[in-house]
């Protein structure tokens, strides 16, 4: 057996991914649910204890208890107001090394908690370690369907905008629709972001949803991220397709989100923002 794998984890399906490729490639997994995100049935198999998410010395002594190093941090988390946190005492005693940066953006809090784990003896490491088929390497079209010229510059629209977004740490995502920003996305997270478009998409051609990394990002945690739902979910939203990050954003159960992604007529591209290459139509 490897040594153990801690792990803190929200909702989704990307922790329970993970904990399970750890176990298959023998390394058990420790495992903190954070209190109303994660469910502990999903890792009943593994050691796990339920914590909120202010509970933050509960969680480094469990896990140190059980002799982790390496920590992933995955899954969906809503970020609570500072003010209702409610550190443990543990947590109280790291917050002044954390300091302004739990009033900036996910990816500047992000980074200092990293910092701060790393300095309390942890290895954080990222997600797709553990499951390396998260990522895709290269640009390169998913589906059959692929985009149009119209859908390309409505891309082209989101990969700016989101870039002008993500240098004020706010936000992975945004839908364009024949040029209009229709939504992009802040605290909310993806689904109700798409769930927001569709309220306000335009008639003609349907819209783009583009997910990539913020400049800078810190690629251990927080990747962008889609799956089986973000589908369902742009489809519901009148879309025609997503475009993502090619080795920047994880693509969870890949298989079941083309199949759905096929059955939609939604298009699925990888791509490099900084080199936009498009894939031919297939014959």
């Known amino acids: 057996?490897?040594?153990?794998?801690?792990?803190?984890?929200?909702?989704?399906?990307?922790?329970?991914?993970?904990?399970?490729?750890?176990?298959?490639?023998?390394?058990?997994?420790?495992?903190?649910?954070?209190?109303?995100?994660?469910?502990?049935?999903?890792?009943?198999g593994y050691p796990h204890i339920v914590c909120r998410l202010g509970a933050g010395g509960r969680m480094l002594e469990w896990l140190r208890g059980a002799g982790v190093r390496d920590l992933v941090l995955a899954?969906?988390?809503?970020?609570?107001?500072?003010?209702a946190l409610r550190p443990d005492a543990g947590a109280a005693r790291l917050l002044p090394r954390i300091g302004m940066k739990a009033f900036g953006g996910?990816?500047?809090?992000?980074?200092?908690?990293?910092?701060?784990?790393?300095e309390e003896g942890f290895n954080p490491m990222p997600a797709q370690d553990v499951l390396q088929e998260l990522l895709l390497p290269e640009p390169t079209g998913l589906?059959?369907?692929?985009?149009?010229?119209?859908?390309?510059?409505?891309?082209?629209?989101?990969?700016?905008?989101?870039?002008?977004?993500?240098?004020?740490?706010?936000?992975?995502?945004?839908?364009?629709?024949?040029?209009?920003?229709?939504?992009v996305e802040a605290i909310e997270g993806t689904d109700a972001m798409l769930a927001?478009?569709?309220?306000?998409?335009?008639?003609?051609?349907?819209?783009?949803?583009?997910?990539?990394?913020k400049p800078g990002q810190d690629r251990r945690v927080d990747l962008p991220t889609i799956g089986p739902d973000t589908v369902a979910g742009a489809a519901a939203a009148g879309l025609r397709g997503i475009a993502?990050?090619?080795?920047?954003?994880i693509v969870v159960d890949r298989a079941e989100t083309v199949a759905a992604a096929e059955a939609a007529g939604l298009f699925l591209i990888a791509l490099d923002p900084a080199a936009l290459v498009w894939a031919e139509p297939k014959s």
């Open 1 to 44: 057996m490897g040594a153990p794998l801690g792990m803190i984890v929200g909702g989704g399906l990307l922790p329970q991914r993970a904990a399970a490729a750890a176990a298959a490639a023998g390394r058990t997994p420790h495992v903190v649910v954070l209190d109303g995100f994660g469910d502990p049935a999903d890792y009943a």
């Open 75 to 83: 899954g969906k988390v809503t970020r609570p107001s500072f003010f």
């Open 106 to 118: 996910d990816d500047s809090l992000l980074q200092a908690v990293l910092r701060v784990l790393r």
């Open 143 to 183: 589906t059959s369907a692929l985009p149009d010229e119209a859908a390309r510059q409505d891309i082209r629209r989101g990969i700016a905008v989101v870039r002008a977004l993500g240098a004020v740490d706010v936000g992975q995502g945004a839908v364009v629709q024949q040029g209009l920003v229709l939504a």
């Open 196 to 213: 927001r478009a569709g309220s306000l998409r335009r008639e003609g051609p349907g819209g783009v949803l583009v997910k990539i990394l």
């Open 244 to 249: 993502i990050e090619a080795n920047g954003t």
